[in-house]
T-cell receptor, first 118, second 114 residues
Framework: EPEVTQTPSHQVTQMGQEVILRCVPI?????FYWYRQILGQKVEFLVS????????KSEIFDDQFSVERPDGSNFTLKIRSTKLEDSAMYFC????????????????FGPGTRLLVL | AQKVTQAQTEISVVEKEDVTLDCVYE???????LFWYKQPPSGELVFLIR??????QNEISGRYSWNFQKSTSSFNFTITASQVVDSAVYFC???????????FGTGTRLKVLA
């Protein structure tokens, strides 16, 4: 069964450093998302991406964050200058093209990258 | 405003007991979608079910069943004859039409004791 994959599974970084989190969405999916979950808290939406541009973003997704689809398979989240409060589990998700499906299909989540900022 | 409330922070049951996880949602939209996800100790989010606002039919899948009631804005999840492997955090989520984002509840931690 196809699944979303994410690398690395864990990352430790120093405050102020840049990090790039990588995701490979399900191959026939065209909508991509990033969410985060601070330890013990709920999952929060960051951004959605379609047709090489951001389609929606939350207040959390400020100028420190950026997303990119550098090639036909990867989807990345970059945090330019990490802060302590960026420590969280970051989930990538993908869904099919809802225009073809008639309704937006379910978002399938990857296993997450646990980011720790020291 | 859109909101999902899972009032039960943690539930403990003994194996083979039935357990119901509550989910109450708020939205002003007439078209919306509700979801349940399971987060086992390993951390991933596993999709369980999606329900559209225009389909109030309840659903059963093996030991899992879902009760969707628009009149009370609830989408409750019942596990029958619980097993230790059901131990996880369960999240209810809402997506309204016109937005891509899912709004998650705070989750309910279910502990099934042998």
């Amino acid at each position: 069964e196809p699944e979303v994959t994410q690398t690395p599974s864990h990352q430790v970084t120093q405050m102020g450093q840049e990090v790039i989190l990588r995701c490979v969405p399900i191959s026939n999916h065209l909508y991509f998302y990033w969410y985060r979950q601070i330890l013990g808290q709920k999952v929060e939406f960051l951004v959605s991406f379609y047709n090489n541009e951001i389609s929606e973003k939350s207040e959390i997704f400020d100028d420190q964050f950026s997303v990119e689809r550098p090639d036909g398979s990867n989807f990345t989240l970059k945090i330019r200058s990490t802060k302590l409060e960026d420590s969280a589990m970051y989930f990538c998700a993908s869904s099919v093209d809802w225009l073809l499906a008639g309704v937006q299909e379910t978002q399938y989540f990857g296993p997450g990258t646990r980011l720790l900022v020291l | 405003a859109q909101k999902v409330t899972q009032a039960q922070t943690e539930i403990s049951v003994v194996e083979k007991e039935d357990v119901t996880l509550d989910c109450v949602y708020e939205t002003r939209d007439t078209t919306y979608y509700l979801f349940w996800y399971k987060q086992p100790p390993s951390g991933e989010l596993v999709f369980l079910i999606r329900r559209n606002s225009f389909d109030e039919q309840n659903e059963i899948s093996g030991r899992y069943s879902w009760n969707f009631q628009k009149s009370t804005s609830s989408f409750n999840f019942t596990i029958t004859a619980s097993q230790v492997v059901d131990s996880a955090v369960y999240f209810c989520a809402l997506r309204s039409s016109g937005t891509y984002k899912y709004i998650f509840g705070t989750g309910t931690r279910l502990k099934v004791l042998a």
